[in-house]
């Protein structure tokens, strides 16, 4: 065979293997169109001359070489040859044989569709790193060396040449199961700094989902969690710390536990967010996050939220219409140097609202603001229950188990009650005007109102008492206007009194001779929870809860 003719068709080294193992090829087989044979010199210091690649051995250098080298010849590929290394990796194959029943292991990695290919196309064609019957891994090539006409014939011949990878195949595996490893490190911590169950107010049902991205994506840091605050508030937090893997969980796991520190405090979004600012910076300077932190009030019947660099609330009201959350919305945490400030969306009886971070309208191909867009769209037409919301979105922004972000969204309805349920959930107020006498009237007040809802008698007395101390304190330690709200949930009775003056209270123990300080530790004594915060524009509320007896169970 003349493998002067057949190197003209091998790439690269292939070729110039061939030429130097061509063996002798005589004068009528060198015509027109084929490779001219190497010519031997004779060097000018007289030393021994260099062999033409006319003169090797062909046979005898294929059988040496280390790779694996089969020569199948023919549609069907029967085997004309198969050097040394193959027979030592396959066994014995015998010439003349399909390659169908001679060579049973290319059969099983595939390649007789490729040798097929080749034959038609005339190119070569490569099986990069697959693991053979012996255990080992090769990267096969095969190369059509066909005489000229051979195909049209239905001849020609396939050189297979097949490079032992075991080496490389294992360290990418070790490599990728490195990364499995560390992924699965990630996840796990992530997950285990998520709420494991979300806490559920009175007056919201609230759903969240999180899904890490696909395999190929290292785990970040999206976060989410809801704080009951006393009083019936709720603060509700996302975000999404810059970065990947443990690091940024890590992160998130300080940032999320520092939220909930902070939110006790009771204090307005903006100052969350510009404690949260300075707590980031601490952690570390070269990773950012991104972060929403709202407060609903049933009340106000509004959100109240600061954004810090994050992507704007979603809030769909009762008729269906959907709104994004304005400005005010500061950098990420981290950056320093910036004072946040609070703003409002309406979320009133029927309304839901979503808050989400990137990984869920973020495409690499489309806008940011197409993506929100789109989930304003499904969110317009996404109802259920906040877990069949959540369900609906992350479906509709074609999020999958290969998603290449995290992503973390959190819904949250405010139900439209009526009927018998809506029985459960009333509010009742009282503008305390005057001196002293605002006390007894506030008395029979909150007497009047707690009948009127038929609470037993023994919480409707714990009610009044706590009523009459929260007003005295307000009528002796705060300043005009003054208001007492009772509320009363499926679950609870809360009583808050406001006033004009920003000086919190604080549980003291009073002496034998103290004319004062007992109002505050007799309604910690008797109420299940109490607490204060200042509210917007100046002033404070002070705040008691009682569980119901239905809902201790």
Not at 272 to 292: F, H, K, P, R, S
Not at 311 to 319: F, G, H, K, M, S
Not at 393 to 417: E, F, I, K, M, Y
Request: aromatic residues 4%.
């Amino acid at each position: 065979m003349n493998f002067t003719r057949w190197s003209a068709r091998l790439p690269g080294t292939q070729r110039r293997a061939a030429a130097r193992t061509e063996t002798a090829v005589s004068p009528e087989r060198r015509g027109e169109g084929s490779v001219p044979a190497a010519r031997a010199e004779q060097p000018a210091d007289g030393t021994p001359p260099v062999p033409a690649v006319d003169e090797l051995p062909a046979r005898d250098v294929l059988d040496r070489v280390p790779a694996l080298v089969a020569l199948v010849h023919g549609p069907d590929h029967r085997v004309a040859y198969v050097n040394d290394a193959y027979t030592t990796a396959f066994g014995t194959r015998p010439t003349g044989a399909p390659a169908r029943e001679a060579l049973p292991e290319l059969a099983e990695l595939g390649l007789l569709p490729l040798l097929d290919q080749v034959l038609r196309s005339g190119k070569p064609r490569t099986l990069k790193s697959r693991k053979a019957v012996d255990g080992r891994s090769y990267t096969f090539t095969c190369t059509p060396v066909a005489e000229d006409g051979d195909r049209d014939a239905g001849g020609g011949a396939v050189l297979v040449f097949a490079t032992d990878v075991t080496d490389h195949a294992e360290a990418a595996e070790r490599l990728r199961a490195s990364e499995r490893r560390q992924r699965e490190t990630a996840v796990t911590l992530q997950r285990s700094l998520l709420p494991q169950e979300l806490e559920q107010p009175d007056d919201l049902r609230i759903a969240a989902t999180y899904q890490p991205g696909g395999t190929e994506a290292a785990v970040g840091g999206d976060w989410y969690d809801v704080i009951t605050l006393g009083g019936g508030r709720t603060a509700l937090v996302i975000g999404d710390v810059m970065g990947r893997g443990v690091r940024a969980a890590a992160v998130m796991g300080q940032l999320r536990t520092a939220v909930r520190a902070y939110a006790r405090l009771d204090l307005p979004p903006h100052e969350v967010l510009q404690l949260l600012d300075g707590l980031a910076a601490e952690i570390d300077a070269n990773q950012i996050a991104t972060c929403v932190y709202a407060v609903h009030d049933p009340n106000e019947g509004r959100l109240v939220y600061a954004s810090a660099g994050h992507l704007p609330i979603l809030v769909r009201d009762e008729n269906g219409t959907v709104s994004r959350a304005d400005e005010p919305t500061g950098p990420p945490l981290g950056t320093g140097g910036w004072i946040h400030a609070s703003g409002s969306i309406a979320l009133g009886p029927g309304s839901t609202a979503v808050l989400y971070t990137d990984g869920l309208v973020e495409r690499r191909d489309a806008d940011l603001d197409e993506g929100i867009a789109a989930l304003e769209a499904a969110l317009a037409g996404a109802t259920g229950t906040p877990q069949v919301v959540c369900d609906r979105l992350v479906r509709s922004a074609g999020v999958t188990a290969d998603h290449d972000d995290d992503v973390a969204v959190l819904v949250l309805q405010h139900p439209a009650r009526t009927g018998p349920d809506g029985d459960l959930f009333r509010n009742a107020g009282l503008e305390l005007l005057g001196g002293v006498e605002a006390a007894p009237r506030a008395r029979a007040f909150a007497s009047g109102v707690l009948t009127s809802w038929r609470f037993p008698a023994e919480l409707h007395d714990l009610g009044v008492l706590a009523t009459s101390e929260l007003v005295a304190n307000s009528l002796q330690h705060g300043t005009p206007p003054m208001r007492l709200r009772l509320r009363r949930t499926d679950r609870r009775l809360i009583v808050e009194v406001t006033d004009g003056d920003d000086h919190l209270p604080r549980r003291r123990r009073a002496e034998p001779g103290d004319e004062s300080g007992r109002g505050i530790a007799i309604v910690a004594t008797i109420a299940s929870s109490w607490g204060c915060r200042r509210t917007p524009g100046g002033g404070k509320a002070v705040w008691c809860e009682f569980v119901l007896p239905e809902a201790k169970h």
